[in-house]
């Protein structure tokens, strides 16, 4: 597969970044702890699952101290329609023990404390950081992997591979190409039947005789 040039790095950059420049996480969400918990349940599952999961249970645990005395299968019970729910369940309470004994029930604002969290490794914590505090970030979920690979910016095998190409590639605006990334690779450069007719960067898809009818 080729790989994008210089200027078409320049121009994929910059139109992601005037059509995302606000973009922000469709997890709904309304303080960190919510958010990382939120992130953590997305992982392999949709944000519009985790929508659903959610509301219920914040409502019965609304802060680290209540989750960190949660019991088990309640947790798990809440959460149940959510893909590896019982690691999940026994990671978000390990989360809150650990955000209570250490950080006064806060939860720490900074990607490599956030991985010292159960369940929480660096693309949750990067996730996590570039919406909560917009940090010059990058983290590669699956829509992101294949946008970076279509458009020749990547061919690593791994995530964390890709995101490490794509930092060094982008440099700046980061929260604003991983949500736009996202976005663009949920709805237009979906894994199956690309919305092809839809892209603003049709001339740069290093992919697209494969997807000729």
């Known amino acids: 597969m080729k790989k994008a040039t210089k200027i078409e790095i320049k121009e994929i950059h910059q139109r992601f970044v005037e059509r995302y420049s606000d973009a922000e996480t469709e997890l709904t969400y309304k303080n960190a ?33 209540e989750l960190a005395q949660a019991n088990l299968d309640d947790v798990k019970g809440l959460i149940s329609s959510c893909s590896f729910f019982n ?13 209570v004994e250490f950080y006064d029930g806060e939860v720490p604002l ?3 404390e956030l ?12 996730v996590v950081m570039i919406e909560y505090t917009g940090a010059n970030l990058m983290a590669v979920d ?25 930092v060094k590639k982008f440099k700046n605006n980061l929260h604003s190409l991983h949500q736009g990334m996202v ?12 919305k092809c007719e839809e892209c603003f960067l049709t001339e740069f898809c290093k992919t697209k005789d494969s997807f000729k009818v």
């Open 115 to 126: 991985q010292t969290l159960a369940g929480v490794g660096q693309k949750t914590a990067n």
């Open 110 to 112: 900074d990607e490599k």
């Open 142 to 166: 699956t829509h992101v992997f294949r946008v970076a690979h279509r458009l020749g910016l990547s061919d690593d095998k791994t995530a964390l591979k890709t995101e490490t190409t794509l």
């Open 33 to 65: 702890y919510e958010l990382v918990v939120a992130v953590a349940l997305s992982a392999q599952c949709t944000d519009k699952r985790v929508n659903i999961l959610t509301p219920p249970l914040f409502q019965r645990y609304p802060t680290p101290y």
């Open 87 to 99: 690691n999940k369940a026994t990671n978000i309470i390990a989360m809150a023990k650990r955000v």
């Open 183 to 194: 976005l663009f690779g949920r709805y237009v450069c979906t894994a199956k039947n690309p």
